[in-house]
């Protein structure tokens, strides 16, 4: 497939090319409308579940405060979400395969998230349904993520990957930018039920961009006996820890919102702090993405993740809100780097024929990892309710990402 290269941009001693097809350029709209939504309304979702938690009749007959019924709840989702991904992923991709196409999968899963925000609408009234759109949602990640990453890795080029990426995370932090202080103020003056209607408009924008694609067709389809011999292999199980490691700490890193909320007490302030650390970090993206294409050293990649490690210690002793925005600024000035550096060995470990079930794959690791790493959230917060063991987990997951290898092809 013919690509072009975007015009260069004129940085002193920069010369920044990028793959630029009309699936890539596709593929981004989809993408930055899905990161748009995750940071105006999906960043809020823990709160909302943590608010809902006390009002389940379920939890009556437990004898647990509200604190710990809502800390449950938003454990409870996320079981729910991995849960019907990691069963839904196999089949689906199969589906992909035979049947529908990769188009068609884009545009059913951006319908199947306008359900999951009309189903959590309706969940402000009838609070049940949270367990229906944590269903839901899992569907839709699996008609979404390995679609995702199979395309872009099949439409960039090698040498290029990292300055993609960076292209990508600079236009995923420039339109979210502003995405949580804005819903925290939706959230603010009109409440969760607004807040999620934003989420239905903005994902039936994303079938717009789904229409347009014209992928090239992929025709080996995802086997179960397949990923069973890929585990045997042990570089592959390396890759699979580094899977779940990078879920976990992701999975500790969406529940900061929260532990923030609990600090600062106000909704719009948590939004008002991320905003301000997505800033710093979009204008690194570019240079990020060109330093790992023309750099070959792990060096930086290893001390990043050790710095990213020691970071979640620091978090065990914020207490205030300049704690926290000094966290989150280098959060995201280290992690803009070691992620991007990750992501870039991850679609390079990908490429070739069997991309898609590739992908397949990396989300059953994850699933059944996430599964284990949510219990035991809901574990911790029965029993003790201590947010530093939480933060210590992550930091082990982050260390865990290290051991993810650029030396590719499985048999």
Do not use: C
Not at 178 to 199: D, H, N, R, S
């Amino acid at each position: 497939m013919p690509r072009h290269i975007l015009p260069h941009l004129h940085f002193p001693h920069f010369n920044f090319k990028f793959d630029n097809s009309h699936n890539l350029r596709m593929l981004y709209g989809i993408r930055v409308l899905r990161e748009l939504t995750n940071n105006l309304v999906f960043f809020f979702l823990p709160l909302f579940l943590f608010q809902t938690g006390p009002k389940l009749a379920f939890f009556s007959q437990f004898d647990l405060s509200d604190f710990q019924k809502g800390m449950i709840l938003v454990g409870m989702h996320y079981v729910l979400y991995r849960l019907a991904m990691g069963l839904s992923v196999l089949p689906v991709g199969k589906l992909i395969v035979r049947v529908i196409g990769f188009k068609n999968a884009f545009i059913i899963s951006r319908l199947l998230a306008v359900l999951v925000f009309l189903l959590l609408k309706e969940s402000t009234l009838v609070y049940p349904l949270v367990f229906l759109a944590a269903l839901v949602d899992g569907i839709e990640g699996s008609f979404f993520w390995p679609n995702f990453y199979s395309i872009f890795g099949s439409n960039a080029k090698e040498k290029r990957v990292g300055e993609d990426l960076g292209l990508l995370q600079f236009l995923l932090q420039f339109v979210a930018m502003a995405a949580p202080a804005v819903g925290g103020l939706i959230t603010l003056v009109l409440g969760f039920e607004m807040l999620f209607l934003f989420g239905v408009v903005l994902s039936m924008l994303g079938v717009t961009f789904a229409v347009a694609m014209h992928p090239e067709k992929m025709r080996v389809e995802p086997k179960f006996w397949e990923f069973w011999s890929w585990l045997k292999e042990s570089r592959f199980r390396r890759l699979a820890l580094s899977y779940v490691g990078n879920y976990t700490q992701q999975s500790v890193l969406a529940l900061w919102p929260l532990y923030v909320f609990l600090i600062v007490e106000g909704v719009e302030k948590v939004g008002y702090l991320y905003s301000f650390s997505l800033f710093i970090s979009m204008i690194l993206s570019f240079f990020i993405g060109f330093y790992i294409d023309h750099n070959k050293s792990k060096k930086p990649f290893m001390v990043s993740g050790g710095l990213l490690s020691l970071l979640w210690f620091v978090r065990m002793q914020v207490i205030d809100i300049w704690g926290i925005a000094f966290v989150d600024i280098t959060n995201r000035l280290i992690g803009s780097f070691h992620w991007l550096f990750y992501d870039s060995i991850l679609i390079k470990r990908g490429s070739g024929k069997s991309v898609f079930p590739f992908f397949v794959y990396r989300e059953i690791i994850i699933s059944a990892g996430g599964i284990l790493s949510w219990l035991t959230f809901i574990v911790i917060f029965i029993v003790s309710g201590d947010w530093k063991i939480l933060f210590l987990i992550a930091a082990v997951g982050t260390m865990s990402s290290l051991v993810i290898s650029d030396k590719i092809k499985q048999k």
